[in-house]
Protein backbone atom coordinates (compact mmCIF):
# COMPACT_ATOMS: atom_id res chain seq x y z
CA UNK A 1 0.00 0.00 0.00
CA UNK A 2 3.03 2.51 0.59
CA UNK A 3 3.39 2.84 -2.87
CA UNK A 4 -0.55 4.66 -3.66
CA UNK A 5 0.67 7.35 -1.10
CA UNK A 6 3.95 7.46 -1.48
CA UNK A 7 3.07 9.55 -4.68
CA UNK A 8 1.97 12.39 -3.54
CA UNK A 9 4.33 13.34 -0.27
CA UNK A 10 5.98 16.38 -1.70
CA UNK A 11 2.68 18.15 -2.40
CA UNK A 12 0.39 16.75 -0.05
CA UNK A 13 0.95 19.91 2.23
CA UNK A 14 0.49 22.02 -0.70
CA UNK A 15 -2.82 19.93 -1.89
CA UNK A 16 -4.36 19.68 1.89
CA UNK A 17 -2.23 21.22 4.68
CA UNK A 18 -1.78 24.61 3.71
CA UNK A 19 -4.76 24.91 2.25
CA UNK A 20 -7.51 26.90 4.01
CA UNK A 21 -10.00 23.72 4.36
CA UNK A 22 -7.06 21.86 5.57
CA UNK A 23 -6.30 24.83 7.88
CA UNK A 24 -9.78 24.66 9.31
CA UNK A 25 -10.26 20.89 9.64
CA UNK A 26 -7.07 20.20 11.68
CA UNK A 27 -7.72 23.32 13.85
CA UNK A 28 -11.02 21.93 14.45
CA UNK A 29 -9.14 18.20 15.46
CA UNK A 30 -6.37 20.02 17.18
CA UNK A 31 -9.08 21.84 19.65
CA UNK A 32 -10.17 18.47 20.53
CA UNK A 33 -7.13 17.01 21.03
CA UNK A 34 -4.85 19.36 23.38
CA UNK A 35 -7.64 19.31 26.60
CA UNK A 36 -6.65 15.71 26.72
CA UNK A 37 -2.82 15.92 26.36
CA UNK A 38 -1.01 15.45 29.73
CA UNK A 39 2.99 17.14 29.48
CA UNK A 40 4.52 13.43 30.49
CA UNK A 41 2.50 11.37 27.87
CA UNK A 42 4.52 9.04 25.89
CA UNK A 43 2.55 9.40 21.83
CA UNK A 44 2.07 6.98 18.89
CA UNK A 45 1.06 8.56 16.02
CA UNK A 46 0.13 6.65 12.90
CA UNK A 47 -0.22 7.47 9.44
CA UNK A 48 1.20 10.18 10.11
CA UNK A 49 1.72 11.83 6.93
CA UNK A 50 3.99 14.85 6.20
CA UNK A 51 4.34 15.25 10.14
CA UNK A 52 2.28 18.37 10.83
CA UNK A 53 0.49 16.58 13.69
CA UNK A 54 3.85 14.99 15.23
CA UNK A 55 5.28 18.51 15.24
CA UNK A 56 1.97 20.01 17.06
CA UNK A 57 1.97 17.14 19.60
CA UNK A 58 5.66 17.53 20.27
CA UNK A 59 5.55 20.84 21.68
CA UNK A 60 2.84 19.66 23.93
CA UNK A 61 3.90 16.16 25.26
CA UNK A 62 7.40 14.37 26.23
CA UNK A 63 7.64 12.16 23.01
CA UNK A 64 6.32 11.22 20.19
CA UNK A 65 6.76 8.38 17.63
CA UNK A 66 5.13 8.96 14.28
CA UNK A 67 4.65 6.64 11.75
CA UNK A 68 3.82 5.99 8.27
CA UNK A 69 3.89 3.19 5.89
CA UNK A 70 4.79 6.05 3.15
CA UNK A 71 8.94 6.08 3.23
CA UNK A 72 8.66 9.08 1.27
CA UNK A 73 6.02 10.75 3.73
CA UNK A 74 8.05 9.47 6.45
CA UNK A 75 11.11 11.58 4.85
CA UNK A 76 9.23 14.87 4.34
CA UNK A 77 7.91 14.38 7.67
CA UNK A 78 11.86 14.09 9.28
CA UNK A 79 12.74 17.54 7.04
CA UNK A 80 10.04 19.49 8.68
CA UNK A 81 10.77 18.13 12.71
CA UNK A 82 14.11 18.32 12.16
CA UNK A 83 14.87 20.68 15.56
CA UNK A 84 12.45 18.79 17.09
CA UNK A 85 14.48 16.47 19.53
CA UNK A 86 11.30 14.68 21.25
CA UNK A 87 10.17 13.04 17.78
CA UNK A 88 11.22 9.76 16.40
CA UNK A 89 9.58 9.18 12.97
CA UNK A 90 9.36 5.48 11.78
CA UNK A 91 8.11 3.58 9.02
CA UNK A 92 4.87 1.07 9.95
CA UNK A 93 2.66 -0.74 8.17
CA UNK A 94 -0.73 -0.36 10.70
CA UNK A 95 -1.43 -3.87 9.91
CA UNK A 96 2.10 -4.51 12.03
CA UNK A 97 1.51 -2.14 14.86
CA UNK A 98 2.03 -4.79 17.04
CA UNK A 99 5.66 -5.01 16.35
CA UNK A 100 6.05 -1.92 18.49
CA UNK A 101 6.37 -3.86 21.79
CA UNK A 102 7.88 -3.74 24.44
CA UNK A 103 7.34 -0.45 23.94
CA UNK A 104 3.91 1.28 25.25
CA UNK A 105 2.00 4.71 24.94
CA UNK A 106 -0.25 6.65 26.65
CA UNK A 107 -2.09 8.10 23.56
CA UNK A 108 -2.28 6.20 20.41
CA UNK A 109 -3.53 8.76 17.29
CA UNK A 110 -4.42 8.61 13.90
CA UNK A 111 -6.29 11.83 11.73
CA UNK A 112 -7.58 12.40 8.76
CA UNK A 113 -9.28 8.84 7.94
CA UNK A 114 -5.91 6.62 7.87
CA UNK A 115 -7.60 4.03 9.08
CA UNK A 116 -10.17 3.60 6.03
CA UNK A 117 -7.69 1.86 4.45
CA UNK A 118 -8.16 -1.01 6.76
CA UNK A 119 -11.17 -3.54 5.89
CA UNK A 120 -13.35 -4.09 8.75
CA UNK A 121 -11.23 -7.30 10.17
CA UNK A 122 -8.03 -5.48 9.77
CA UNK A 123 -9.70 -2.40 11.81
CA UNK A 124 -10.44 -5.05 14.38
CA UNK A 125 -7.36 -6.43 14.64
CA UNK A 126 -5.61 -2.85 15.12
CA UNK A 127 -7.83 -1.70 17.67
CA UNK A 128 -7.05 -5.14 19.56
CA UNK A 129 -3.49 -4.56 19.07
CA UNK A 130 -3.74 -1.07 20.32
CA UNK A 131 -5.21 -2.24 23.50
CA UNK A 132 -1.97 -4.08 24.13
CA UNK A 133 0.61 -1.01 23.55
CA UNK A 134 -1.54 1.57 25.80
CA UNK A 135 -0.76 2.01 28.89
CA UNK A 136 -3.56 1.59 31.78
CA UNK A 137 -6.66 4.60 31.08
CA UNK A 138 -4.37 5.13 27.51
CA UNK A 139 -6.31 6.72 25.03
CA UNK A 140 -7.04 5.62 21.35
CA UNK A 141 -8.16 9.18 19.21
CA UNK A 142 -8.94 8.34 16.03
CA UNK A 143 -10.40 11.04 12.70
CA UNK A 144 -12.58 8.54 10.66
CA UNK A 145 -13.72 9.40 7.54
CA UNK A 146 -17.89 8.12 8.03
CA UNK A 147 -20.53 7.34 6.17
CA UNK A 148 -23.11 9.55 5.68
CA UNK A 149 -21.76 13.42 4.83
CA UNK A 150 -23.89 15.93 4.02
CA UNK A 151 -21.60 17.65 2.37
CA UNK A 152 -21.30 14.69 0.21
CA UNK A 153 -24.62 14.07 -0.82
CA UNK A 154 -25.50 17.47 -1.47
CA UNK A 155 -22.15 17.89 -3.89
CA UNK A 156 -22.70 14.86 -6.00
CA UNK A 157 -26.15 14.80 -5.93
CA UNK A 158 -26.15 18.48 -7.30
CA UNK A 159 -23.85 17.32 -9.75
CA UNK A 160 -25.84 14.38 -11.28
CA UNK A 161 -23.88 11.56 -9.98
CA UNK A 162 -25.76 9.45 -7.57
CA UNK A 163 -23.63 6.53 -7.23
CA UNK A 164 -20.72 9.11 -6.31
CA UNK A 165 -23.62 10.65 -3.97
CA UNK A 166 -24.38 7.30 -2.17
CA UNK A 167 -20.86 5.67 -1.92
CA UNK A 168 -19.97 6.12 1.62
CA UNK A 169 -22.73 4.09 2.06
CA UNK A 170 -21.26 0.81 0.29
CA UNK A 171 -20.82 -2.27 2.86
CA UNK A 172 -17.11 -3.49 1.08
CA UNK A 173 -14.86 -0.64 -0.19
CA UNK A 174 -14.89 1.70 -2.56
CA UNK A 175 -12.06 2.54 -4.59
CA UNK A 176 -10.71 6.44 -4.12
CA UNK A 177 -8.79 8.18 -5.93
CA UNK A 178 -5.67 9.53 -4.93
CA UNK A 179 -3.50 12.21 -7.46
CA UNK A 180 -4.00 8.77 -9.91
CA UNK A 181 -4.06 5.99 -8.21
CA UNK A 182 -7.00 4.22 -6.79
CA UNK A 183 -6.99 3.65 -3.15
CA UNK A 184 -9.39 0.69 -1.13
CA UNK A 185 -11.57 2.56 1.35
CA UNK A 186 -14.18 1.73 3.43
CA UNK A 187 -16.51 4.03 5.41
CA UNK A 188 -17.30 3.84 9.32
CA UNK A 189 -19.90 4.74 10.72
CA UNK A 190 -19.01 5.94 15.01
CA UNK A 191 -21.75 3.19 15.70
CA UNK A 192 -19.72 0.56 13.93
CA UNK A 193 -16.19 1.64 15.79
CA UNK A 194 -18.07 1.63 18.76
CA UNK A 195 -18.57 -2.22 18.15
CA UNK A 196 -15.39 -3.24 16.92
CA UNK A 197 -13.76 -1.98 20.06
CA UNK A 198 -16.10 -2.30 22.95
CA UNK A 199 -14.41 -5.35 24.07
CA UNK A 200 -10.89 -3.18 24.82
CA UNK A 201 -12.56 0.52 25.05
CA UNK A 202 -14.60 3.05 26.65
CA UNK A 203 -16.08 5.79 24.65
CA UNK A 204 -14.94 8.99 25.85
CA UNK A 205 -16.12 11.32 23.07
CA UNK A 206 -17.41 11.25 19.59
CA UNK A 207 -17.58 15.17 17.25
CA UNK A 208 -17.40 15.79 14.03
CA UNK A 209 -14.63 17.12 11.77
CA UNK A 210 -15.75 19.13 9.09
CA UNK A 211 -19.60 19.23 9.20
CA UNK A 212 -20.25 22.60 8.00
CA UNK A 213 -16.79 23.44 7.00
CA UNK A 214 -16.69 21.26 3.54
CA UNK A 215 -14.30 18.32 2.09
CA UNK A 216 -10.89 19.29 0.96
CA UNK A 217 -12.26 18.61 -2.88
CA UNK A 218 -13.88 21.58 -2.89
CA UNK A 219 -11.30 23.93 -1.91
CA UNK A 220 -11.20 25.19 -5.39
CA UNK A 221 -14.41 26.31 -4.38
CA UNK A 222 -14.31 28.41 -1.47
CA UNK A 223 -10.49 29.65 -2.56
CA UNK A 224 -12.25 32.91 -3.32
CA UNK A 225 -15.13 32.87 -0.34
CA UNK A 226 -12.93 33.37 2.90
CA UNK A 227 -15.91 34.93 4.89
CA UNK A 228 -18.24 32.06 3.45
CA UNK A 229 -15.50 29.16 4.54
CA UNK A 230 -14.77 31.30 7.69
CA UNK A 231 -18.31 30.94 8.68
CA UNK A 232 -18.55 27.77 8.34
CA UNK A 233 -15.90 27.08 10.60
CA UNK A 234 -17.27 29.27 13.45
CA UNK A 235 -20.38 26.82 13.01
CA UNK A 236 -18.28 24.30 13.84
CA UNK A 237 -16.92 25.34 16.87
CA UNK A 238 -20.59 25.06 18.29
CA UNK A 239 -22.45 22.83 16.34
CA UNK A 240 -21.03 19.52 17.31
CA UNK A 241 -21.82 15.90 19.07
CA UNK A 242 -25.21 15.16 17.73
CA UNK A 243 -24.02 14.71 14.26
CA UNK A 244 -20.39 13.01 14.04
CA UNK A 245 -21.23 10.80 11.11
CA UNK A 246 -22.73 13.81 9.28
CA UNK A 247 -19.39 15.92 8.72
CA UNK A 248 -16.78 14.80 6.30
CA UNK A 249 -14.87 13.49 9.39
CA UNK A 250 -15.03 12.93 13.07
CA UNK A 251 -12.93 12.15 15.52
CA UNK A 252 -13.66 9.34 18.31
CA UNK A 253 -11.77 9.10 21.39
CA UNK A 254 -11.54 5.60 22.92
CA UNK A 255 -10.39 4.84 26.50
CA UNK A 256 -8.74 1.65 27.38
CA UNK A 257 -10.12 -0.62 29.98
CA UNK A 258 -8.87 -2.15 32.37
CA UNK A 259 -8.03 -6.37 31.32
Not at 89 to 115: K, M
Request: aromatic share 10%.
Amino acid sequence: MSEQFSHVATDYDAQFTHTKIGRYQRGQVLREVEPMLKPDWHVLEVNCGTGEDARWLSERVKSVLATDISPEMVAVAKQKAAEKSNVEFGVLDLNNIESLAPQTFDLIFSNFGGLNCLSPEELALFIQKSHALLNPGGLLMLVIMGRNTLWEKLYFSLKGEKEKAKRRQSVGPVMAHVDGKDVPTWYYSPKEILALSTKHFKKRKSVPIGLFVAPSYLEHFFSNKSLVLRFCALMDEFWLVPFADFADHYLICLEKKAV
